[in-house]
């Protein structure tokens, strides 16, 4: 553990004690040690409503925490994600051992389930064995599934087993700016040896290099001068290599090289066991039915469904009531989609499976025959019939097939594996959750 990760290490458990696992959880946990600039300790949030919170209620809190921490250390800022390099030299030739590894994303907080093991699978494997077992490993799923997650996790693994090691974690945008910043101040040879002298490069949300052929330009090489150096590449993304629009060809077929994995939306057995690691890292006592009731109602991501547990035990402490399934229902009754129904439609029901399984509308629709888009063309094409009533022939047109048979077949089938697979009987009902 290096310098700044062992500081914010020391003062995240000497401010632990003065805070409610809920506030810790929601005010602290988010936060990301960034750099030690000047004796300055500088920390990262994610949102303003968060750096305006920290500032205003637990500064003092804080600085004190760092300071026994490390009596070097003079001030605290606390900056957000688009102002990071004005503390972060983007043209500094020196590698970075960790770059803004969140403490809390490790293996260990990571829950598995039906929905990700695979790709936790394929994550503890390059954790444990960088450049041999899956080089590159592409990790591609919806927001808020555990990219993230998993991309911190290798790198933490990975500094432990080898605290020399050279871990770069950062996201496309900040590769761009920085790309930007380089080619400015004419200091491109120094981006390149920032980068491509790392032994582990992860690069969160590769999806918005498309469209900019310098940084896909700059990229590619740096793909290859790791890659040929049998160094580590980890890159995740919200969609799969071939659905990239604009994605040249030489890089999409790189990104293939290894092995693509996906993380799809939890099964409602995984919510459960979500929200009861939640409770139990912040030793929160919250009865089975409220964190059932949760995972059956709050079916999109995990960052939402931790989000809900935070909102309801914070609506039962300001309002100094017990933690009850009718307050939780009050506590939620602005975000419940049930509360908020929407007329279903056929377009609906494509946008909402296209999302669900992280495909493109385009794809849905079009003539490939690959798995991973005749599943999802199937589901729709039930629930189109099964829940509008729909006649097969109107079902067909609408996917632009000509043979009404083709939605005959397409309803039997996922009428099959409903009544055989209880986990895809799952899927099809938390996929109807998210349209009522």
Same mark, same amino acid.
């Given at each position: ?232 590449? #980890? =890159?995740? /993304? ?7 629009? +604009? *994605? !040249?060809?030489? @890089?999409?077929? $790189? ?92 377009? #609906? =029901?494509? /946008? ?7 495909? +493109? *509308? !385009?794809?849905? @629709?079009?003539? $490939? ?68």
């Amino acid at each position: 553990m290096d310098q700044l990760q062992s500081i914010w290490a020391a003062a995240r458990e000497n401010i632990r004690p003065q805070m409610t696992g809920l506030s810790f959880h929601a005010w602290i946990d988010v936060i990301v040690p960034l750099a030690l600039h000047q004796n300055t300790l500088v920390l990262e949030v994610p949102a303003p409503d968060i750096q305006k919170t920290l500032e205003d209620f637990y500064f003092e809190s804080l600085f004190n925490a760092v300071k026994a921490a490390n009596d070097t250390i003079s001030d605290v800022k606390i900056v957000l994600p688009e102002d990071r390099d004005i503390y972060i030299n983007p043209v500094s030739s020196e590698p970075i051992n960790v770059f803004a590894l969140n403490p809390k994303y490790t293996f260990e907080t990571f829950v598995v389930g039906g929905s990700n093991h695979f790709a936790h699978a394929a994550a503890l494997a390059v954790a444990q064995n960088p450049a041999a077992a899956y080089n590159p490993l592409f990790i591609y799923g919806g927001v808020g599934l555990g990219k993230t997650h998993l991309m911190h996790a290798i790198g933490h693994s990975v500094k432990a087993k080898d605290p020399s090691a050279r871990v770069m974690y950062v996201t496309s945008e900040t590769f761009t700016n920085e790309l930007i910043t380089a080619i400015q101040m004419d200091k491109r040879l120094e981006f390149r040896k920032r980068y491509r002298n790392v032994d582990v490069l992860l690069i969160d949300d590769v999806q918005f290099i498309a469209k900019k052929q310098s940084v896909q330009e700059e990229f590619f090489n740096t793909f290859n001068t790791l890659h040929n150096a049998n160094k580590q590449i #980890i =890159i995740s /993304s919200d969609r799969p290599p071939k659905e990239i629009s +604009s *994605l !040249e060809e030489r @890089l999409r077929s $790189r990104f293939e090289w290894g092995l693509i994995a996906d993380i799809q939306p939890p099964d409602v057995e995984t919510r459960i066991a979500i929200l009861r690691n939640r409770a139990r890292l912040d030793n929160l006592d919250v009865d089975d039915e409220i964190i059932q009731f949760i995972a059956e109602h709050v079916v999109s991501n995990i960052r939402e469904l931790e989000g809900s547990l935070t909102r309801v035990v914070a609506y039962s402490q300001l309002r100094r009531r017990p933690l009850t399934l009718e307050l939780t229902v009050e506590a939620l009754r602005d975000l419940l989609p049930d509360v908020r129904k929407k007329d279903v439609t056929p377009q #609906i =029901i494509k /946008s909402t499976v296209s999302e669900y399984y992280s495909i +493109s *509308l !385009e794809s849905l @629709l079009s003539e $490939r025959r690959d798995r991973e888009i005749v599943m999802p063309r199937q589901v729709a094409m039930y629930l189109c019939h099964n829940m509008l009533g729909i006649p097969y022939k109107r079902v067909s047109t609408l996917f632009d097939r000509n043979d009404h048979t083709t939605a005959i077949n397409a309803c039997k089938r996922v009428e099959e594996m409903i009544s055989q697979d209880s986990s895809f009987a799952s899927v099809i009902e938390d996929i109807k959750k998210r349209m009522s």
